[in-house]
Each structure stands twice: as C-alpha cells, then as structure tokens.
C-alpha cells in the first residue's frame, strides 16, 4: 500500500470532477506560472507565485506556493489520492500512476496534471465526523493523516455502510460536539492574533468600541508621557452619571505587575470603577492586588478581549467592526436521540 494518501479538489465546488474522473488525471490551477518540468524547488515556485500573482499577500504566495510543491515534487506514483463529488456527496479513490506534467490542452483552465487510476468510491455518510471534518477542508491540497487513510481504506475493503444504532448516533454527537469546539478554540486563537496586529490607538478604539457596544458612551482622553491613553465610560458619556469607569489599556507583550496595578487603582476616584486591559496578560502578583484593590476592578487580557467581542460583536458599531472584521458561522445541530 502506498506511503501516502492526499485529497485533491477538483476546482471551486468540484466542478471538474467529471473530466477528473473521464480523463484519469488530478490536476491544478494557477496557469500563469506556466510549466514546473525543471522547477526544483519550493523557493522558485514562491518567486513564480509572487511574480505571476502580484495581488497575493504573503501569507497567500506562502500557502499557494506549498499546494503547488506538494502537487509538483511531493506527489510520487503509488500514492493514493481522493477527489470530491459534492452533488453525489462520495469521494472517489485512486492511485497516482505518472509524475508531475504540463499540458495546455486536456482541461480548459488547469494544465499542471498526474494521471491517476481510479478505483471505488465511499459516500461521505459512511465516515465518521472525524473523517468528515478532515477531509471537508476546503485546501486545494491537503495530506490524509493516517487515522484517517485507515479508515477510507477500511471502508472500501468492506464496501459496506456501517449500521447505526443509538449508541452510534450517541457517539457521532459526541464527535460533533468535540469538532465543534476545536473549531471555537481555532477561532478564538484566530482572533487573538488578528488583536496582535493592531497598533496601540487601534487597540484603544477597539476596547472603547466594546464598551460602546455594552451600552456605554465613550470619550478616550489625550494621551500620556507613556503614550498611553485612558478611556472613560459612562452612560452619559460625560462621567457625571454611574457607573463611571475608567480603562487602561497596554497593547504590548510583557505581562503587567502588581505595580502598574497599584498605580491604576491608586488614580480611582470616589465611586470610579476601573478596567485595565493587557494583551500581554498580568503576573500573578498583579491579579492578586486586583482582587484585594479597594477599588472595583476588572483586568482583562486577550483572551478575555476575544470572548467581549464575540459576546458583543453584533452590537459593535461600523467602526469597530472594522477593526476586528468577524464572519457568523452556522453549525448544524443534532438530532435529540429519543428514551425508548
């Protein structure tokens, strides 16, 4: 059997699975960058890429250059590769059978091909959720993992669809609910790294476009010797109505110590209510003098920014957006499995 399994799409919502499969070949976009035959490296496919593709930014000519790799050097005959036919929901298996060749007339709009011999198919419905979710990628190119290639290989030696009991659709909740929540944890990571590219007014704007979007009016005060910038909140805007909270906010990497804390609340006023916010987190020492301030406050750090957006987003106004642009996906739910 082959060291290697690898899916390959066939174009934008499959649209060439039918030539794929009538042809014998699997093959890719990107013609501009013309034929690979004596292309060695993945070096000379990224300058290709970024040459032929100026409008890619470069973390787009580093993902694209690597698909185009894998297909052109990765690739070896005896792999299995599997294509996707999303109207009959079945993958189709087969084995790659010739190296890497450019040919400008076999498909209209993809001229880097590998003929393959195509074997038997599983419908999507037979795999477990695992499998769906990995081979659901939307990559032109990605490798099977091997928990995954046992299983497609299983499937097809037994040309059968697994029965399912309860206990089955108990155990398939229980895979739906575990992707599910690494597809949140993926997002939330996401999300924290898009905060990391903002710049220091950036991040004011954005906390102060959270507490706008928590019902507060905001007016960020002139900056400091630190270049730092309070925001003050209130339900007037002004101060003059409570609750009237002021907010520090640090956009740096180092962690924030008992001492700026100390400083924080030592500027508190009266009736104030303070929040300090650090995308570098605090030192254990810092949380400590949070929790025993005689002033009320709150200490948030990234991670605790991605949950206020994500809990506020839809009340952020256009502005604020802008800053963190999200995108709302739909997960389906399942099915309640009924006491007999």
């Given at each position: 059997m082959s060291n290697n399994m690898w899916l390959v799409r066939a174009g934008e919502r499959g649209y060439m699975f039918e030539e794929f499969i009538e042809k014998n070949v699997i093959a890719i976009g990107w013609i501009n960058i013309g034929d690979l035959s004596s292309v060695n490296s993945r070096e000379e496919i990224k300058d290709l890429v970024r040459n032929k593709y100026?409008?890619?930014k470069e973390g787009?000519?580093?993902?694209?250059s690597g698909q185009i790799f894998r297909f052109?050097?990765?690739?070896?005959?005896?792999d299995q590769v599997i294509t996707y036919n999303p109207e009959t929901r079945n993958y189709h298996i087969g084995k790659i059978v010739s190296d890497y060749e450019y040919n400008e007339t076999l498909l209209n709009g993809m001229k880097h091909i590998r003929k393959v011999e195509w074997g038997e198919s599983i419908s999507r419905d037979e795999l477990s959720p695992g499998a769906r979710?990995?081979?659901?990628?939307?990559?032109?190119?990605i490798e099977v993992p091997p928990e995954v290639k046992k299983e497609v290989n299983e499937l097809l030696e037994n040309n059968s669809k697994k029965t399912i009991d309860e206990t089955d659709e108990t155990n398939e909740e229980y895979d739906f609910d575990a992707i599910k929540e690494d597809v949140i944890a993926r997002a939330h990571e996401f999300?924290?790294?898009k905060i990391q590219t903002l710049d220091w007014e950036e991040m004011e704007e954005l906390v102060a476009g959270i507490l706008r979007g928590m019902g507060y009016?905001?007016?960020i005060t002139q900056k400091g010797?630190?270049?730092?910038?309070?925001i003050l909140a209130s339900p007037d805007g002004l101060g003059l109505e409570e609750p009237r909270i002021i907010a520090e906010v640090k956009h740096r990497t180092a962690q924030i110590g008992s001492s700026d804390i100390r400083s924080f609340t030592g500027g508190l006023r009266g009736r104030d209510k303070g929040i300090y916010v650090s995308t570098g987190g605090f030192t254990k020492e810092a949380k400590y003098e949070a929790e025993r301030s005689n002033m009320p406050i709150a200490i948030i750090d990234s991670d605790g920014l991605v949950e206020l957006i994500t809990q506020y987003y839809d009340e952020f106004d256009v502005q604020t957006k802008s800053l963190i642009p999200l995108k709302k996906i739909y997960w389906?739910?399942?099915k309640k499995v009924c006491a007999k």
């Open positions: 100026p409008e890619y787009a000519v580093n993902i694209t052109r050097s990765t690739f070896k005959k005896g979710n990995t081979l659901g990628s939307i990559m032109t190119i999300i924290k790294d009016k905001t007016r010797p630190d270049r730092g910038r309070d389906p739910l399942q």
